[in-house]
């Protein structure tokens, strides 16, 4: 086979290239390897993607990735964007790329790296180093950069969402689907019909199926043909040889089960992205694995999710701060400039930075974004400012909810949509929760007449810039 654009090993060497790729040895999967994962991300303002081989007391062959797009040169090589561009720009391309997206069929082959290994006796998942992320955890989890790969048995379309899967033993795991996602729809209809739910999962993979697993990608479109879509060429895909089911050619680890009604185990809790080990233990149905398939040395991919402040999911918060910004566009919204769901609430606390033109042009734009598609489920507050606020800088943000937003003015919306991880809804009540629409932007009435800002201006700035370069440089790396 040629080397592919969806290799993950071909991504990883474009990351060592631009020296961001670290090995570390001998690290314990149980606590450690997730506790450090997480320090390191939360101390460091540029973390690097980290191998983690050579784990203790575990199969010595297979190594661990975490950390894999958590910067915006990373991410560029996965999206296949330009590495340069500064964050706004990053996000109008990614918005550009999704707007005008066709989806590109994905294509079966009929060898690849994945049947390298293939094992359906004495299947062993407790060899294999997978970590116990964090310490409360139930368990240890197989999938978290994963996909959860099944077909619709009235439409006959391929789903492959990434979903928590837990371990239940050497050749069994659970996983947890939300209500509504399209996996979960898909295994109610062969439940529904009393019939077993035939599934693949792929627990190591380049990290545009990823992206692809875990973004709004439409209903009844499989996130193969979207991810083709986006790299310009079909994804290839083998067909699974017990289920039919397609398994990534270069995945690096998948399973080939199925998942019976009724058939479940305790799964959780489990540390989620909200920050929280949102949900107990509940009984989740199993995948009673039927076969393993590896590449040689294969290479666990694990994105853990971590309390959102330690600078985790970056990729997430442009993907969906694309989508808003779009939906903003679809509904006729003018002159937004910015759209930014911070990584540290990222779906809880959105940010939308406007050029008003008209009254009721702020209250507009956080309306639609609180209840469009990709910004309404778990939402909580929507911030509007005016374009002379940084959306990507706390301080800016606070600085304008501080003295341009007056409580009294807040919005609430109520019984919008939620969902099982919101950690501030009681168990009996989740389902719904409410939003506050804050609008920080000047009062449209009277802004120009709101007191001036006391900032140097830009063109000030550039004076001083060119008149003081040394003096400016020896300074900086004081401040802070
Ligand atoms: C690291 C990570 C873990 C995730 N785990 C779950 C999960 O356990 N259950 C779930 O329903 N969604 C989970 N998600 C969110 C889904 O991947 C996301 O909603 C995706 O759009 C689902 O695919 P679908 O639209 O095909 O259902 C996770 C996302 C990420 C980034
Ligand atoms: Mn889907």
């Not at 149980?30 to 390191?40: A, C, F, N, Q, S």
């Not at 795991?173 to 979960?184: D, E, W």
């Not at 209809?189 to 999962?201: Q, T």
Request: contains cysteine; negative net charge.
């Amino acid at each position: 086979m040629t080397p592919s654009n969806h290799d993950l090993r071909a991504f990883l060497n474009e990351v060592d290239k631009i020296g961001e790729l670290r090995r570390i040895a001998d690290i314990p999967w149980d606590k450690d390897l997730g506790g450090l994962v997480e320090m390191i991300l939360e101390r460091s303002a540029h973390p690097p993607a980290m191998l983690f081989e050579k784990i203790p007391g575990a199969r010595q062959d297979m190594e661990i990735l975490c950390s894999q797009i958590d910067t915006l040169p990373r991410l560029a090589i996965a999206m296949g964007t330009d590495p340069n561009l500064p964050l706004t720009d990053f996000i109008q391309a990614w918005r550009k790329k999704i707007r005008n997206f066709a989806p590109v069929p994905a294509e079966f082959v009929k060898d690849a790296p994945i049947f390298e290994n293939r094992v359906d006796k004495n299947i062993d998942l407790e060899a294999f180093p997978i970590p116990r992320w964090h310490e409360e955890d139930g368990g240890r989890y197989i999938g978290t950069d994963d996909l959860v790969i099944t077909e619709d048995p009235e439409e006959h379309w391929i789903n492959a969402g990434t979903y928590r899967v837990m371990l239940q033993g050497k050749d069994a795991v659970a996983l947890y689907i939300s209500p509504g996602k399209h996996g979960r729809v898909q295994r109610q209809k062969y439940f529904d019909a009393g019939k077993p739910c035939p599934v693949v999962m792929s627990f190591g993979h380049h990290p545009i199926l990823f992206l692809a697993g875990c973004t709004d990608v439409p209903n009844k479109m499989s996130e193969f043909d979207y991810a083709g879509g986006v790299i310009g060429e079909p994804v290839q895909l083998v067909r699974g040889p017990l289920t039919g089911l397609p398994i990534p050619a270069y995945s690096e680890i998948a399973i080939e089960g199925e998942m019976i009604p009724g058939d479940d185990l305790p799964e959780g809790p489990f540390g989620e992205w909200p920050g929280y080990y949102a949900s107990a233990t509940r009984p989740e149905p199993v995948v009673r694995i039927k076969a393993l398939y590896h590449r040689n040395n294969p290479i666990l991919c694990g994105e853990p999710p971590l309390r959102p402040s330690a600078g985790q999911g970056f990729h997430r918060s442009i993907q969906r701060s694309a989508l808003i910004w779009n939906a903003l566009e679809d509904a006729g919204v003018p002159d937004v400039q910015g759209v930014w769901l911070h990584p540290a609430a990222y779906r809880f606390f959105s940010i939308l930075k406007i050029k008003q033109r008209y009254p009721g042009h702020a209250k507009q734009a956080a309306l639609i974004a609180s209840q469009c598609r990709p910004g309404a489920y778990l939402g909580r507050y929507v911030v509007v400012v005016d374009d002379d606020v940084d959306i990507y800088n706390p301080n800016d943000v606070i600085w304008a909810i501080g003295t341009r937003s007056e409580p009294e003015n807040i919005d609430i919306l109520r019984r919008c949509w939620s969902g099982p991880l919101d950690p501030a809804i009681p168990r009996e009540r989740k389902g719904f929760n409410s939003r506050a629409i804050i609008d920080a932007t000047r009062p449209y009435e009277w802004k120009d007449k709101f007191p001036p800002v006391n900032a140097v201006t830009d063109t000030l700035k550039a004076e001083l810039d060119r008149k003081y370069p040394a003096l400016l440089k020896e300074m900086i790396g004081i401040k802070r």
